[in-house]
């Protein structure tokens, strides 16, 4: 959807090092959502937020950080990122009509 | 806590035929969204169809219909007409504050 964008699309990166991933949304929705997706698991939450500088934890929150320190940005956080962190992160939207997802960033650890 | 269930990992289908993919879900809400995804390859994320709690008729979006049963908490999936651009993942979801995904349903259309 072209209201959210997230950035990069693709990211290889080392254990141990911190990685942030970025959710550009242009819509001016207050709700905004990390997901993780893995083979077997469907999507998970990570975390969400309900206004800038208002966030809270999903239900697989361990290792991540979120911050939202304006309406249109969205960013998680892998403080020290292991190889379980290996997986497909989506961000999505509430507006109006239901849920917008952006187009995901595969990321994987080695 | 909120859950739900896609008992089919894996469905196949005749190109034109009808499927039907199951979801269940648990809750103690009177007041929530039920929805159904589709992931094909791409990745992307599309909104198949939306149902309203509240509402006791079933949601209908072209060859594609849900069967609400509210008392049973069952929110099934009907696909008529099957085309192979109809083949990808399938996600059932549950929305009250925040939406919870099942684990999917992998679609096969067979030419």
């Known amino acids: 959807d072209a209201g959210i964008t997230q950035s990069p699309r693709h990211k290889v990166t080392e254990t141990g090092t911190p990685v942030t991933l970025r959710c550009h949304q242009t819509e001016n929705h207050r709700y905004m959502y990390w997901y993780r997706q893995d083979p077997g698991h469907g999507l998970r939450l990570i975390h969400y937020?309900?206004?800038?500088?208002?966030?809270d934890k999903g239900e697989v929150s361990d290792g991540y950080s979120v911050s939202r320190s304006k309406t249109e940005d969205f960013l998680l956080t892998l403080e020290s990122a292991t190889s379980s962190q290996t997986s497909v992160y989506f961000c999505?939207?509430?507006?109006?009509?239901?849920?917008?997802f952006g187009s995901g960033t595969r990321l994987t650890v080695v | 806590a909120q859950t739900v269930t896609q008992s089919q990992p894996e469905m196949s289908v005749q190109e034109a035929e009808t499927v039907t993919l199951s979801c269940t879900y648990d809750t103690s809400e009177s007041d929530y969204y039920l929805f159904w995804y589709k992931q094909p390859p791409s990745r992307q994320m599309i909104l198949v169809i939306r149902q309203e709690a509240y509402k006791q008729q079933n949601a209908t979006e072209n060859r594609f219909s849900v069967n609400f049963q509210k008392a049973a908490k069952s929110f099934s999936l009907k696909i008529s007409d099957s085309q192979l651009g109809d083949a990808a993942m399938y996600f059932c979801a549950y929305r009250d504050d925040k939406i919870i995904f099942g684990k999917g349903t992998r679609l096969h259309i067979l030419p």
């Open positions: 937020s309900y206004g800038v500088k208002d966030t």
């Open positions: 999505a939207t509430l507006g109006h009509y239901g849920y917008t």
